[in-house]
């Protein structure tokens, strides 16, 4: 199966910082997304993102699909953006996940 | 627009029970996946279904069954439950009209097996 690799694991921001993170693929996928697992479990579609770059709000999200990695940028961020993020991608109709990115945002 | 729903929400089972959990798909979605959760990692293809049909199977054994009813809700049932079994189990819609591009998660089921 294709293996995904998110970075960082784990990221402490305070209250207003920026952050970057990422997800590579070990091989070509399909309707590449991204997710924000809130506290009690449920993953929250953040962007649908192929290719190409997305803006809604304070994230963007930048998927370059020949090289096989995708960037989740998220700008000013609030103790609301705490949890867990997870890039997906397809092959068929199973989607791979990465084992995410946990971000704690201190006031 | 109703959502995924998924039931129960949380349940505790004794190994070598059995557990049903079930999933509605959100509206106007014809496919559903189901995902297993581990504590610390990202959600494992379970299987999925479309035309009340197991259309892709993930490598969990034969205990994990699942169906789809006609009205496109689904059911999972995992047999001859092991201490492994506890984890989060979700559940993924969407829509093989729409090429099944984006998928859309419930809130999942957390199952405890003691």
């Known amino acids: 199966g294709i293996q995904v690799e998110q970075s960082p694991p784990d990221l402490i921001l305070q209250e207003g910082a920026n952050s970057t993170l990422r997800c590579n693929f070990s091989?070509?996928?399909?309707?590449l997304q991204w997710f924000h697992q809130n506290p009690w479990g449920q993953l929250i579609n953040l962007f649908y993102?192929?290719?190409g770059t997305k803006q809604n709000g304070r994230l963007s999200a930048t998927t370059v699909a020949t090289e096989r990695y995708s960037l989740l940028y998220i700008s000013s961020s609030q103790t609301t953006d705490s949890g867990v993020y997870f890039c997906?991608?397809?092959?068929?109709?199973?989607?791979?996940f990465g084992t995410g990115t946990s971000l704690t945002v201190i006031p | 627009d109703a959502g995924v729903t998924q039931s129960p929400t949380h349940l505790i089972k004794t190994r070598g029970q059995q557990v049903t959990l079930r999933c509605s798909p959100k509206?106007?979605?014809?496919?559903v996946s189901w995902y297993q959760q581990a504590l610390g990692q990202g959600p494992q293809f379970i299987f999925q279904?479309?035309?009340?049909?197991?259309?892709q199977r993930g490598n969990f054994p034969d205990r994990f069954s699942g169906h789809q009813f006609p009205n496109y809700s689904s059911e999972l049932n995992v047999n001859a439950l092991l201490l492994g079994d506890s984890a989060l189990y979700l559940c993924?819609?969407?829509?093989?009209?729409?090429?099944?591009?984006?998928?859309?998660f419930g809130e999942g089921s957390w199952l405890t097996v003691v």
């Open positions: 997906a991608g397809n092959t068929g109709n199973q989607f791979y």
């Open positions: 279904y479309y035309e009340e049909e197991e259309r």
């Open positions: 993924a819609s969407s829509s093989f009209r729409d090429g099944g591009n984006t998928i859309y």
């Open positions: 509206s106007g979605h014809d496919t």
């Open positions: 091989d070509s996928v399909n309707n």
């Open positions: 993102i192929p290719s």
